[in-house]
């Protein structure tokens, strides 16, 4: 096993809390729905706690506006638990009236981007409609992040299948878009054959526990491990645990260190 020295920032890039008076309801409904017991309670303050534990420098928080009536409250809150270790995404739902307006407040606000949780919000990512929100996102230099894959507390259809987000590749340029889930969680076969190689990040949020070795190095090196981010889908999966698993890969220091925070320091202008 290779011995990791030098690294300079471990990046937690995809994590998941909530304001603390809705946190307890809130992950006792997601868990129940997925299967899948926390490992935390879902409040700033113990993501906080867990990465004291595991050593890891910053988690970015990436909340999510199931209502349209939510995005403004969620953004306003994202700002405001943002600083001492925490980077906070906003959030736009679709069907939100003023998502101009709002763009331009999350960028105001110093939200480094976006979430979209396609199956969540009720959308199809390649559906053209969408396409004007994506390009004001680019145009305010935000980074956008969608789930991709399977959702393991809800049904099929899937909104955000690799297929679908070749297409938004081939149609729209000049954004920073990240897959989650090693570009879609349980489609891994067609994140090979559609997003290996394209310009897309993808993150290793859920994934590398349940992706068999060899096929999570051939897309690693297959994609470039400066498009890869750590992340670890907290709080549904230990930090500590997660940053060991990746030890175990078998990867270069290079490899390793960008990987667990130089591409996602690069990515948010850190």
């Known amino acids: 096993m290779v011995i990791f020295r030098g690294i300079e920032m471990i990046i937690d890039f995809h994590v998941h809390c909530f304001p603390d008076a809705l946190a307890p309801k809130a992950v006792q409904l997601l868990a129940k729905r997925a299967g899948t017991p926390p490992r935390l309670n879902g409040m700033v303050g113990d993501i906080k706690s867990s990465m004291n534990k595991a050593g890891v420098d910053y988690s970015v928080i990436l909340p999510i506006a199931t209502k349209p009536e939510q995005t403004k409250t969620i953004n306003n809150w994202a700002a405001q638990i943002q ?20 763009l331009k407040k999350i960028k105001e606000l110093g939200l480094k981007g976006i979430k979209f949780h396609p199956d969540y919000q009720d959308f199809f990512v390649d559906d053209r409609k969408m396409y004007p929100i994506y ?13 991709a894959g399977v959702d393991i507390g809800l049904p099929a259809p ?20 990240v897959a989650a889930h090693m570009g879609g969680h349980s489609y891994w076969d067609d994140v090979e054959k559609y997003l290996v190689g394209e310009d897309i990040y993808f993150d290793t949020a859920y994934s590398i526990k349940v992706i068999e070795t060899d096929q999570t190095l051939r897309i690693i090196r297959g994609h470039g491990s400066d498009k ?7 709080p549904w999966t230990d930090q500590k ?9 078998g ?3 290079k490899e390793y260190n960008s990987i667990m925070g130089d591409n996602a320091r690069k990515l948010l202008n850190m």
């Open 83 to 102: 600083g001492e270790k925490i980077v906070s995404f906003g959030s736009i739902h679709p069907d939100y009236l003023n998502w101009k307006d709002e």
């Open 135 to 147: 390009e004001e996102a680019f145009k305010r230099d935000l980074v956008v992040i969608f789930h």
């Open 158 to 177: 899937y909104h955000c299948e690799p297929e679908m987000l070749k297409k938004i590749l081939k149609d729209l340029k000049g954004g920073r878009i």
């Open 228 to 234: 890869i981010l750590f992340a670890t889908d907290s």
């Open 241 to 249: 645990e997660e940053i060991e698993r990746m030890k175990g890969f």
């Open 251 to 253: 990867l270069t220091e």
